[in-house]
T-cell receptor
Framework: KAGVTQTPRYLIKTRGQQVTLSCSPISGHRSVSWYQQTPGQGLQFLFEYFSETQRNKGNFPGRFSGRQFSNSRSEMNVSTLELGDSALYLC?????????????FGPGTRLTVT | AQSVTQLDSHVSVSEGTPVLLRCNYSSSYSPSLFWYVQHPNKGLQLLLKYTSAATLVKGINGFEAEFKKSETSFHLTKPSAHMSDAAEYFCVVILNAGNNRKLIWGLGTSLAVNP
């Protein structure tokens, strides 16, 4: 099975712009989660989608939004970019196997805001 | 409140010596516990998981971890470090409450392996 894919891998944007990141989960996985990773804050949970519905949400401002399509692919959007949004954005697809919840991560999208 | 504490932000060992990466958690519930590894410029890879079965859990690449409820710990160990083990390691607690699942991530431990 192919792993989790994220596009693009690298992005450079300027303040005030918006950006859309894409994630394709492992085939058969219906849950997709998004994380922001920065050196000082570690991994911060953004949101989780399951069957096109947002199931959980972290403590991020409304500038961060996401959605999931019927094929389980997910996108996240950040509007009005700020310098502090520079980070590695990780997507994870998840499955419950034998009663245990497991997440599988993509390589991430490195966003730089100048 | 639930939390995860990785007691060392940076650990340095020599190749061939044991590795110990420490993780303590606090939880009101019976948690599931995970260790993930992240190599430079790579995504996160699941090393091992504890889900209320055997308290000693074996993972990939020779790593193992022991769940100690009395000490609220889930330390990661490996008998003999290899250069390729140099990476960032994250301890994660998953608290299940139906679909309202909550993941709590530690801040990570950077492991350096010296030749």
């Amino acid at each position: 099975k192919a792993g989790v894919t994220q596009t693009p891998r690298y992005l450079i944007k300027t303040r005030g712009q918006q950006v859309t990141l894409s994630c394709s989960p492992i085939s058969g996985h219906r849950s997709v989660s998004w994380y922001q990773q920065t050196p000082g804050q570690g991994l911060q949970f953004l949101f989780e989608y399951f069957s096109e519905t947002q199931r959980n949400k972290g403590n991020f401002p409304g500038r961060f939004s996401g959605r999931q399509f019927s094929n389980s692919r997910s996108e996240m959007n950040v509007s009005t970019l700020e310098l502090g949004d520079s980070a590695l954005y990780l997507c994870a697809s998840s499955v419950t196997s034998g009663g245990a919840y497991e997440q599988y991560f993509g390589p991430g999208t490195r966003l730089t805001v100048t | 409140a639930q939390s995860v504490t990785q007691l060392d932000s940076h650990v340095s060992v020599s190749e061939g010596t044991p590795v110990l990466l420490r993780c303590n958690y606090s939880s009101s519930y019976s948690p599931s516990l995970f260790w993930y590894v992240q190599h430079p410029n790579k995504g996160l890879q699941l090393l091992l998981k504890y889900t209320s079965a055997a308290t000693l859990v074996k993972g990939i690449n020779g790593f193992e971890a022991e769940f100690k409820k009395s000490e609220t710990s889930f330390h990661l160990t490996k008998p003999s470090a290899h250069m390729s083990d140099a990476a960032e390691y994250f301890c994660v607690v998953i608290l299940n409450a139906g679909n309202n699942r909550k993941l709590i991530w530690g801040l990570g431990t950077s492991l350096a392996v010296n030749p």
